[in-house]
């Protein structure tokens, strides 16, 4: 909670709305690919990409 | 609550902790040196533990920590500058976004998990801009009420340098330049061209100038290309790069290899390859387009604040030979420059931002001539510490129980050529060993800089060596009219001391020149004359006066060489231990630990010559 505050006060601070978005698919991303390894919803994720 | 506060500046060069009592600096000192590998980047865990041992604070006492900069605001130019590039740096973005986000984007939880080790309190976590870090540990221990502040390096978060004005308790950014249009960055693609490392080898193409040839056309000619091609340099100090020229913003590499080829007319030099004449050429130019950046920058500021004193920090306030020349041009009637400039003074500026500017308190009267205390702010050991080490190598040592009859010995034998390993009190904090960790030899001594060059630090043989004088008798052998502490000035050496130089000299082979008696003082007369002076003071630094005082009675000399106590690709020693291993790893004929001796003749050996070789490059 607290990043997601801390990362709502840099956006709104700095006037960076347009890379929410990016950001929020990158960190997508890196959690897809910590969890995929050996984990259970690999399979999931293998018949996406 | 106490007004405790504890600085961190970690994950990329040079991680370092400080601590602060109430505004004063207590102890700071880089990983590095605990951790045994240079410019060691983790976690700062050892020198946190140290800090807060020194403090005699616990962490749950802790009023904040500061970490040295803003990283969403640096993840922030990581995107827009790969964003205006795309499709280029497609290889740079897939190897830096990962380790992002999943861990560098996450700052305050790396930090909060990493802490967790030293106790259960959640202190305030406060994040200073890089720069403003550099700018406060550049001004709050200056020492001036009021100055111009200087800030240049790489780059922070978006900042490559800045121009700010401090008074009392304020720091006021007044200017800033951003990346990638960076004097730093530009001085790191000519360290790399010439074969060094980027980021730490900028000293040693600071180094390699003075053996350019300044009558050359060939200097000058290099000096316009990169005037007209690689940057366009504005009359107030500001830049811009040309960026076909550079690929340090989407590549993993500082420029284009092929386009720099093309322009100059000579490839990168090899790393360890033989150094060519065209590359100190190269060397010479960057620095005196370097040294007119920061000669205008330093213009710029005077004129944006009014003020008669200027203070820098960042890792270009290092280049020692810009500050001396900006010093002497008598453009500010002093100037101050923050001993741990680089990097790991980012934590003490830290901390000082977050006492000053977000506790708001007023500065503390400054009685020393500074507030850094010598830079002394290191770990000391005690004398049982150092004879547990002697016992534990079976080591014989000579114990003195009256320093003054130590000084006699080691002065006398620094007088008869032998080099000594100097280790006492607190460790230096910053890349200069100040007379605590020091190797010292006879600087009147004609073959001292190549033998402590090959032989003691096995590091190139062109690598200048600096002396420390005695504080009242600097002018005696530097035009200097004033202390220089820190060793961040090149000064000409006077010239009742010089020799004159021979017909051709800019033309002979590097060898030759660089073994050719200058002066009187030749182990720390560089190639041009100059000097990169440390003075010491009777009451800063008592011991190594008094060592220095007494090789003057015997040699009526007041100046001694004095090198970090390290060899090539190792931080500078800490412990005694560290001491130890290094000098039975050289050729150093004595080594001194607080009151103890140490004659290497009479050493058992602990090192092969194979482990010796081994030592890796810097």
Not at chain 2, 219 to 244: V, Y
Not at chain 2, 387 to 415: D, G, M, N, W
Not at chain 2, 540 to 568: C, Q
Request: hydrophobic content about 40%.
């Amino acid at each position: 909670m607290e990043f997601l505050r801390d990362l709502w006060d840099f956006l709104h601070t700095r006037k960076k709305y347009w890379m929410l978005p990016l950001i929020i698919i990158l960190i997508i991303f890196a959690v897809l690919i910590i969890f995929s390894s050996g984990s259970a919803i690999a399979p999931f994720i293998y018949t996406i990409f | 609550m106490s007004g405790t506060i504890l600085g961190i500046s970690a994950f990329y060069h040079d991680s370092a902790a400080a601590i602060l009592t109430d505004g004063e600096i207590i102890a700071a000192a880089q990983e590095e040196r605990f951790t045994r590998k240079k410019h060691d980047s983790s976690f700062p865990v050892h020198a946190i533990e140290y800090v807060l041992e020194a403090s005699g604070t616990s962490f749950n006492n802790l009023e904040a920590i500061a970490f040295y900069d803003k990283p969403f605001i640096k993840f922030e130019r990581l995107i827009e500058t790969y964003h205006s590039f795309v499709p280029r740096g497609l290889r740079s973005f897939l190897s830096a976004i990962p380790v992002w986000v999943k861990e560098k984007i996450f700052m305050k939880k790396l930090i909060r998990d990493e802490l967790q080790k030293f106790g259960t309190a959640r202190p305030r976590l406060l994040f200073p801009e890089h720069h403003l870090s550099h700018a406060a540990s550049a001004f709050y221990p200056s020492g001036f009420e009021e100055a111009a502040i200087l800030t240049l390096d790489g780059v922070g978060e978006w900042a490559t340098s800045t121009i700010c004005h401090g008074e009392h308790k304020q720091i006021r950014i007044i200017e800033e330049m951003h990346f990638p249009h960076s004097p730093g960055l530009l001085y790191s693609a000519f360290t790399y061209y010439c074969g060094f490392r980027v980021n730490s080898g900028e000293y040693k193409l600071m180094g390699l100038a003075p053996y350019g040839d300044p009558e050359s056309g060939r200097k000058e000619e290099l000096k316009k290309k990169i005037l007209d091609q690689l940057l366009d340099l504005r009359p107030d100090g500001s830049l811009l790069l040309n960026m076909k020229y550079f690929s340090f913003a989407t590549g993993l590499r500082m420029c284009h290899d092929r386009k720099w080829t093309g322009l100059f007319g000579f490839p990168p030099r090899k790393p360890e390859s033989e150094l060519s004449q065209e590359y100190m050429d190269l060397a010479l130019a960057v620095q005196e387009i370097l040294e007119e950046i920061v000669f205008r920058l330093s213009k710029k500021a005077k004129e944006l604040t009014g003020s008669e004193t200027l203070v820098m920090a960042g890792g270009v306030a290092l280049n020692s030979v810009a500050n001396g020349k900006l010093l002497q041009s008598g453009m500010f009637k002093d100037i101050w420059i923050q001993p741990a400039a680089g990097d790991a003074g980012g934590a003490i500026g830290a901390a000082l931002a977050a006492w000053h500017i977000w506790k708001g308190q007023e500065r503390p009267p400054i009685t020393e001539p500074d507030a850094m205390k010598g830079s002394f702010l290191g770990p000391a050991f005690s004398d049982h510490q150092i004879l547990s080490v002697a016992r534990k190598y079976e080591a014989p040592f000579i114990h003195y129980p009256h320093y003054s009859e130590l000084c006699q010995t080691v002065a006398e034998k620094l007088s008869q050529g032998d080099v000594v390993g100097w280790f006492q009190g607190r460790m230096e904090f910053g890349p200069r060993a100040l007379g605590n960790r020091s190797i010292l030899g006879d600087a009147r001594d004609p073959d001292m800089q190549k033998k402590m060059n090959l032989m003691i630090k096995f590091r190139e043989g062109f690598r200048p060596f600096a002396p420390t004088v005695l504080e009242e008798d600097i002018q005696e052998y530097f035009d200097l009219d004033r202390p220089s502490p820190y060793m961040l000035l090149v000064v000409p050496v006077r010239k009742e001391r010089l020799k004159s130089l021979p017909p051709g000299y800019h033309q002979l082979p590097l060898r030759e020149k660089l073994y050719f008696i200058r002066s009187d003082v030749p182990g720390i007369t560089h190639i041009d004359y100059s000097a990169r002076v440390q003075s010491v003071n009777k009451n800063s630094n008592a011991r190594y006066w008094e060592l220095i005082n007494e090789f003057k009675k015997i040699t009526g000399y007041g100046v001694v060489i004095n090198t970090s106590f390290n060899v090539r690709g190792e931080p500078i020693v800490c412990t005694p231990e560290d001491a130890y291993r290094c000098f039975m790893k050289t050729e150093m004929d004595y080594l001194v630990m607080g009151d103890y001796l140490f004659d290497k003749k009479k050493q058992k050996k602990l090192f092969d010559q194979g482990d010796i070789d081994e030592i890796g490059l810097d």
